[in-house]
């Protein structure tokens, strides 16, 4: 299939998607950690680009949710403790990912998580400043209030990603969707 373009302006930022979603390509190629999900392979075609990633047949988190209800403790805290290795090596890569939340992580065969689904995810310089024009999204109930204010994740902050882990975490040991972050600053859990 060839994608048309109806003016020269679409052209141009259909191109700039493009190069960008390159971009993201490769800076997600080049993680390796046991808990991320592996790109093989970033190529253009058909007047478009593509990357392939790795395999991973066994749903994510929320699927299994959706299937067996909420895991256990034990079980939630072992995904959890993996998602948390992953963030701390993006974070020591000054990454955030900004789009913690269980639809995100895949099971592997071995039954341990794999994070995926860097598409807002954000890159910053050695003094914390975005690299990145990166459209800011927000999952809601797994976004923290400052992913959704203008210059909210400017700068580089761990904690961000922090808390949508903790979001995640209520999410596996309740089966529940967390509510959003205004509504936990007004009325707490």
Avoid at 137 to 150: D, K, W
Avoid at 152 to 162: L, N, Q, R, W, Y
Wanted: charged share 20%.
């Amino acid at each position: 299939n060839v994608v048309s373009i109806p003016s020269v302006g679409s052209k141009q930022m259909a191109e700039r998607f493009k190069q960008k979603f390159i971009k993201e390509a490769w800076n997600i190629s080049k993680l390796k950690h046991p808990y991320i999900i592996k790109v093989v392979d970033v190529f253009e075609e058909n007047d478009t680009a593509y990357y392939v990633m790795e395999y991973h047949g066994n749903g994510s988190l929320n699927s299994c949710i959706k299937q067996n209800g909420a895991f256990s403790e034990e079980e939630a805290t072992k995904y959890i403790l993996q998602i948390a290795d992953a963030l701390d090596y993006i974070h020591k890569q000054q990454m955030n990912h900004l789009d913690i939340k269980p639809d995100n992580v895949l099971l592997n065969n071995k039954g341990e998580a794999v994070l995926i689904d860097f598409g807002l995810s954000k890159c910053y310089d050695a003094d914390g400043e975005q690299t990145s024009s990166t459209p800011i999204g927000v999952s809601v109930g797994y976004a923290p209030l400052e992913q959704s204010r203008i210059g909210g994740v400017g700068t580089f902050s761990p904690a961000t990603d922090i808390y949508s882990l903790g979001a995640t975490f209520y999410k596996l040991v309740t089966g529940q969707t967390p509510p959003d972050a205004s509504e936990v600053l007004d009325e707490g859990l």
